[in-house]
């Protein structure tokens, strides 16, 4: 098989729940469910039985409103939250033969150093606002074993001019910075170890346009010079518009319309697409 | 008010929990042992750890020397002496080599130690990754995973900021290329003697409630990059200006009068045995 048909990454009716569950809302496909809400048991159903592919050097964007799982998808992906169910596999960790779900801890914590990088929509999460910019990027780089401090240093500060930080602040600590800067920190942290999969967190949510315009613009030049593969979750329909190849729109906690982009915001199917395409400013 | 004190101030029973403590300790080199650290006649934080270690191990044969920061007539050292001679009718020597049981405070002696004998340290603080991780839960998933790149960070925080390595003490070692262990506020110069020691290393936090072991002849690497290798400190070109000794860890001092710098051995039993060995007409 071609290495363009074969997806880098498989998720597998992947689910997410939180709580016990009970048999009212016998593990989130009953009808009594308010959204993705049990109201006997109080089980949130998060993500429910969500699968897709994703294929290398492709972005594919997520759509949907909050509260529809997209963020715990990504935690899930990222391992910041366990899984209920399901499985993903990696093509390039154990030949995509091993559901990364069910590695060791530290094995986890390999594919996340070596496999992922995250940028998450709120940079205190991604960033150790305390320590300098170029700490913060090295950070990465020594969990995936670099040791040596020069080759260090000089990839930090060319992914920071790649993300436009002035290098005379790169030993700065991030939380001197603007918001926008914090993010471009963030994305230069991720990209740090060249990790084959990205993965974006509403990256754009709350900067200033010009700024948002910038991230943007910086993501797509990643994706066209590195050719990384990405997952985009956002609720704003431009930025999916501009960046993704094929989208997902997801709804309480389900997959409701899948497909390429365009098809999608010109011929959207599920009522709640055609709600959210026509509410577009 | 005459209490007439079990031997060695403790019942058995606590002595038996923090041995059973070390042994595991000493079982899992590096790794941080929690124990019931008990209310001491002195102050947490005052080497409570190291003195719980001293009282559990301490046997009537026993010969201990205390020793704080090298010295051993400082104040602290004197009255971790006193209690334990008080409560165990112990000797206590000031020469290294005649001790069986050296209870030490951020120095190990400069006359190397031998396989009879347990270097017992006292240790403030007994997380290395607690600068980088304010949380307990989580720096003790660090440990459990082998996830130490918060260690490298710091230390290349530091060379970012000043340029070399800083840590004045405290420098973070790799135990049996397994966990990484703070050794306690020895100065760089100490780490090296940590590598297969001879002699027993048990690390003591009585406020942080942790007991970690060095067994002997364990592999202990100090931290360090590629291209930033470990250094300990120099003192080249300098030496004592009592006993004349070179190569070992030194202070320095200033005479207030002329404003001279000037040295002096840190370890105080070494320098007054360098010079009671001394011929008398020297």
């Not at chain 2, 005052?46 to 020793?67: A, E, H, N, P, Y």
């Not at chain 2, 400069?110 to 347990?118: D, G």
Request: some cysteine; charged content about 20%; hydrophobic content about 35%.
């Amino acid at each position: 098989m071609d290495d363009f048909d074969r997806p880098i990454l498989s998720v597998n009716h992947l689910s997410k729940q939180f709580g016990p569950g009970c048999i009212h809302c016998s593990s989130g496909q009953s009808d009594s469910l308010i959204k993705n809400y049990c109201p006997t048991c109080g089980t949130v159903y998060a993500c429910r039985d969500i699968s897709f592919d994703l294929y290398p050097g492709e972005v594919f964007g997520i759509v949907g409103e909050s509260g529809s799982g997209k963020s715990t998808l990504m935690q899930c992906l990222y391992f910041d939250q366990e899984v209920t169910e399901g499985e993903a596999l990696i093509a390039s960790y154990k030949n995509g033969e091993a559901n990364i779900f069910e590695e060791s801890s530290q094995q986890k914590r390999y594919i996340r150093n070596h496999q992922l990088g995250k940028v998450y929509q709120n940079p205190i999460l991604g960033l150790r606002m305390g320590f300098s910019s170029i700490g913060n990027i090295a950070e990465k780089l020594i969990a995936a074993g670099g040791r040596n401090v020069g080759a260090m240093e000089a990839r930090g500060r060319e992914l920071l001019e790649h993300v436009n930080i002035p290098i005379r602040r790169m030993k700065e600590p991030p939380k001197n910075f603007s918001g926008g800067m914090q993010q471009r920190v963030q994305i230069a942290k991720a990209l740090s170890n060249n990790p084959p999969i990205l993965l974006l967190d509403e990256v754009t949510t709350g900067l200033d346009l010009s700024v948002q315009a910038n991230v943007l613009d910086l993501i797509k030049k990643l994706q066209r010079e590195l050719n990384i593969s990405m997952i985009i979750v956002s609720h704003d329909l431009g930025v999916i518009r501009m960046l993704a190849d094929r989208t997902m729109v997801m709804l309480d906690g389900k997959v409701i319309e899948y497909g390429l982009t365009d098809q999608i915001l010109e011929d959207p199917q599920h009522r709640y697409t055609q709600q959210l395409v026509h509410s577009l400013l | 008010m005459n209490i007439a004190y079990n031997f060695a101030f403790f019942d058995e029973g606590s002595k038996r929990e923090i041995r059973r403590s070390t042994l595991k300790a000493i079982a899992i080199p590096g790794y941080q042992v929690p124990f019931a650290s008990r209310e001491m006649p002195i102050g947490r934080g005052w080497g409570t750890g190291g003195l719980q270690l001293t009282l559990s191990l301490i046997g009537k044969k026993d010969m201990l020397k205390v020793i704080d920061q090298g010295a051993d007539e400082s104040v602290n050292a004197v009255n971790i002496k006193k209690l334990v001679t008080k409560t165990t009718g112990v000797r206590t020597v000031d020469d290294t080599e005649d001790a069986t049981v050296v209870q030490s405070r951020h120095r190990i002696p400069e006359v190397p130690l031998k396989e009879h004998q347990i270097l017992i340290l006292q240790v403030p603080l007994p997380e290395p990754l607690r600068y980088y991780e304010p949380s307990e839960f989580v720096t003790q998933r660090l440990h459990a995973e082998q996830e130490y790149s918060g260690a490298w960070l710091m230390l290349f925080e530091q060379i970012m900021k000043y340029g070399h390595m800083s840590t004045g003490a405290d420098h973070p070692v790799m135990v049996q290329d397994r966990y990484v262990m703070a050794p306690s506020p020895i100065p760089r110069f100490d780490n090296p003697k940590m590598n297969y020691s001879k002699a027993l290393i048990l690390l003591g936090a009585g406020r942080e409630k942790k007991i970690y072991a060095v067994p002997p002849f364990t592999k202990v690497v100090s931290l360090a990059f590629d291209d930033y290798p470990f250094e300990a400190e120099s003192f080249e070109g300098a030496s004592c200006w009592q006993c004349g000794a070179t190569g070992v860890f030194l202070d320095e001092l200033i005479d207030e009068g002329t404003g001279e710098t000037y040295h002096q051995c840190n370890d105080t039993s070494y320098c007054i045995s360098r010079l009671n060995a001394r011929p008398a007409n020297h």
